[in-house]
């Protein structure tokens, strides 16, 4: 049989371009979830009305993306018992806990409260309409961390106990595998990296309407939060990640060095920006390097050694028995590369529209050209940078709210690929996970169904995404101006008995 097209090999395709597309929702529910929130409580607290149009048009581009999300989000359970049910029988008693946990609490949250927030404009008080979304958000948080607990548990199992009989993984301690190591660790780095993605999304959005001088009062405001959200995410996902990294050296040194290439044990060892060369054959030429600091990602000095894929190979053997333990190590390289390269970009281009902007070198609103009132692009004061470089840092702007989606996804490719050939690691090998009952020819056409689903899915959000993003943020109405002082509305007449209920 073909490799390509065994049943194992087409799950893990279908698998891998289900979730990539999944997450690409994700962190933007997470991070405009709460961004929203805080638009919001800007209008509850100033009435100033730039924050409404701005919490309006940034939470109808969040619905978007929350009602795919959950679409592509339901697939992805389907597929434990379509793919993989010898994974699901062996982790169900562990996998399905923080799961259950995520539907009964947190996407409670979110799917009871999202509706209040999107039908309880004209129905609930200001501050009681604050805090279906603020509740919303507090969800999408918590929904993630019960996700990636899951996750972390396949990284790391704890907390459990094989039982010889059925052979199955049996939880013993749910409050460890909430709390290990790995699960705070990877849930910072998701969270950080979820708002580094919403305010590249927020800055690339602004951006377009400044450079063509539309709705300026609320994309200069959406802009520096943006910004704002865009460097402080990005510093803390580098601080997370380090973190994080530590940890993968602890708990899967052929992952860390199949991250790198690194051949064989190196004291100190160095940190190869790119390398050219066959990096799959042990002998890649190394363009450049910065020495000693693989050792620090890895010790936190500069000089301790760091095990190569060779001798972490045998380790693993003399371990677990014969076999190859090495991942796919060009994929595990370059999309450590790409997860690190789009990312560090993302930031910093939020750094540098933070500077740029630091003396309001952006569409001042008090500049009128002609008859049309719109304002143009103006320095305000001579020594500042040329002109032209703030109308490419826009452009620039535009492109950069693809970045972290980028990043994103080869994050992710390096996570899961990186662990092969165990799917949890230590316990279960890839091969010895998948559906026993499924043939090459069922795995293909379910492949074939939901890669032709979500491309027609991708085409149905990019339009919607694009149409409402285009049109701006919505004039505002004299009830939105002013919004219930009690709960179902000013209006008298909703005091009168139901004359009819189902």
Do not use: C
């Not at 460890?176 to 790995?182: A, D, F, W």
């Not at 380090?242 to 160095?270: F, V």
């Not at 992710?412 to 165990?422: D, H, K």
């Not at 899915?457 to 993003?469: N, P, S, T």
Request: charged residues 15%.
């Amino acid at each position: 049989m073909d490799l390509a097209l065994a049943p194992e090999t087409l799950a893990r395709w279908q698998f891998g371009i289900t979730t990539v597309y999944h997450f690409l929702f994700v962190p933007l529910t997470i991070s405009l979830a709460s961004l929203t929130a805080g638009l919001q409580t800007a209008w509850v607290r100033t009435r100033n009305e730039k924050y409404l149009r701005a919490t309006k048009f940034w939470g109808k581009l969040f619905l978007i993306n929350i009602a795919m999300g959950v679409v592509t989000g339901i697939v992805q359970e389907f597929q434990f018992g379509m793919n993989w049910s010898d994974y699901s029988r062996f982790v169900g008693d562990v996998f399905g806990a923080p799961l259950a946990f995520e539907a009964l609490i947190a996407f409670f949250f979110e799917s009871t409260f999202i509706g209040l927030w999107i039908f309880g404009w004209d129905k609930l008080p200001p501050k009681l309409h604050l805090a279906t979304i603020w509740t919303v958000a507090v969800g999408t948080v918590i929904s993630a961390y019960f996700i990636l607990a899951a996750n972390s548990w396949m990284q790391h199992p704890v907390g459990y106990r094989i039982n010889e009989e059925s052979g199955r993984a049996e939880l013993t301690d749910f409050w460890h595998v909430l709390t290990q190591n790995t699960a705070v660790a990877q849930f910072a780095h998701t969270i950080t990296a979820a708002f580094l993605t919403g305010g590249a999304f927020m800055v690339g959005i602004a951006a377009y309407h400044l450079m063509r001088r539309r709705h300026t009062a609320v994309m200069r405001t959406s802009l520096r939060v943006g910004l704002i959200t865009m460097v402080v995410a990005g510093l803390l996902t580098a601080v997370s990640g380090d973190r994080l990294g530590k940890i993968m050296y602890e708990q899967q040194p052929m992952k860390m060095a199949s991250a790198e290439a690194l051949w064989d044990t190196e004291a100190p060892a160095p940190f190869s920006i790119f390398a050219i060369g066959d990096v799959d054959k042990g002998h890649n030429v190394v363009a450049f390097e910065v020495p000693g600091l693989l050792s620090f990602l890895a010790h936190d000095n500069f000089s301790d050694p760091v095990p190569g894929i060779n001798d972490t190979n045998e380790a693993l053997q003399e371990q677990y028995g014969p076999g190859d333990y090495r991942p796919n190590i060009p994929l595990a390289y370059w999309s450590f590369r790409w997860m690190i390269g789009f990312g560090m970009a993302s930031a910093t281009l939020g750094a540098a529209g933070l500077w740029l902007t630091r003396r309001r070198l952006w569409l001042d609103e008090s500049l009128r050209t002609g008859e049309d009132e719109r304002p143009r692009l103006a320095l305000t004061r001579k020594r500042e940078l040329p002109h032209l470089l703030t109308r490419w840092y826009w452009r620039l702007a535009v492109l950069t709210m693809l970045f972290p989606l980028i990043a994103n996804a080869w994050g992710w490719i390096f996570t899961e690929t990186g662990r092969q050939p165990w799917v949890v690691y230590g316990l279960l090998k890839t091969e010895a996970a998948v559906s026993p009952g499924v043939s090459q020819v069922e795995v293909l056409i379910s492949l074939l169904v939901f890669t032709t689903l979500y491309a027609v899915l991708a085409v149905i959000e990019v339009r919607l995404m694009v149409k409402y993003a285009k049109a701006g943020p919505p004039e505002l109405t004299e009830s939105d101006l002013n919004p219930p002082s009690r709960i179902g509305g000013d209006d008298p007449a909703a005091d009168r008995p139901m004359a009819f209920s189902y």
